[in-house]
């Protein structure tokens, strides 16, 4: 393990430093870093030219004896120098090592670098911080000279939970998220955590899977598991706690229990509706078109009476009503035209709807794209991925909308 620290030009002041029940009385914090961590093998600290030439350098280097290194960094007067600054803390930690960072003697802008830089090398090089912490002086007891040592660490897996919650809410994968309250909640033998964590992936498979039966009963239990573990997001997951509600007001839109109950349908198909705009908006194309499928062939089975989950028969009446209203005026292989009377039943009563020519649209721009994107781009003359996206969202996305308004569902 090796330590990270830093040494200015102040004239610095001799203080007790506390930290987990240990003492150690000096100038130099730096000097403290074998004493508070023992498996310490290296003190590398960055010193300026400026520094290097200064007689604090000296005394804390015969302080530290083989224990310290010099790491040499420019003043920090330019972005370029900040740069070179960043460029020194990621290339002084080789992969997999584990590192403390002492930003008490560092200044101006370097304890923001030091953050950052920890934050990357624990995901490029998998490096364990195993602390970063900041010797108070100016906190001290001023009656017995007594400096408290603050733990920044979790500020530094705050980017973890920002990162994590922002790939939840922006593409719908908690994987990461779960992962994080799960290790916590085990950790601190929190049960309201790790279950917060389990609530989380479920919700977070239904959307990836493209479940919206599963989502809105998840969504809800995920609201409710939130609240229960709030007291123990305050005390063992702060990061996260500051995020929550972001994630309940996210997903408690998509929140319904018992989604296919009779009283549920309208508001189930509504939320439907908004999760084909959200897959869209989101740039998930696939989820969107499969929804946006099936979510007609619902809608239209429910308008017809035939009920809201429709059992095999009854869904095959409706694709091939749907796919012969497209039909309807096409020459077929045997040279007739295919007219209304070839309509089946269902789709006899759907040419006598006001939104036939809707219907007729979507069902023929959506088949189009859905065929495309379940080939995989493995059919002579794929259409470009591009061009599918732009299909999506200018062509059949605004027919579903059209039609979602006309029946209230928007």
Known sequence: MKAISFLGTTSYKETTYVWNGHEFRTCFFGETLPHFFPGLERVLVF??????EHS???????????????VPIPEGHSESELWEIFDALTGAVSEQETVIFDITNSFRSIPLLVFLAAAYIRTARRVRVHRVIYGAWEA??????RSPVFDLTPFVTLLDWLTATNQFIYTGDARYLAHLLTAEGQKRGSHALKGAGDQLQSLSLGMMLCRP????EQAGKVGRALT???????????PFGLLAQRIREEYAARALRAPTAPENIEQSLKH??????WYLDNNQIIQAMTLAREWGITVIGWRLGRGFLLELREREKVERALSGLVRVGRIQEDGTCFGISDLNDEGRILWGWPERDALRALWNHLTAVRNELDHAGMN?????AARLVRKARE???PRVEELARAWGLA
């Not at 010193?47 to 290097?52: A, D, N, S």
């Open 395 to 397: 062509e059949v996305w």
């Open 56 to 70: 604090n350098w000296a005394e804390l280097r015969c302080r530290l004896g083989e224990l310290a290194h010099p």
């Open 213 to 216: 039966l599963e989502v809105m």
């Open 380 to 384: 002579p003359g794929p259409m470009k």
């Open 47 to 52: 010193v300026t030219p400026t520094v290097q």
């Open 228 to 238: 229960t573990a709030e007291a123990d997001l305050a005390q063992w997951a702060h």
């Open 272 to 277: 439907q509706f908004m999760l084909i705009r």
């Open 140 to 145: 001290r007891d001023k009656e017995t000279n």
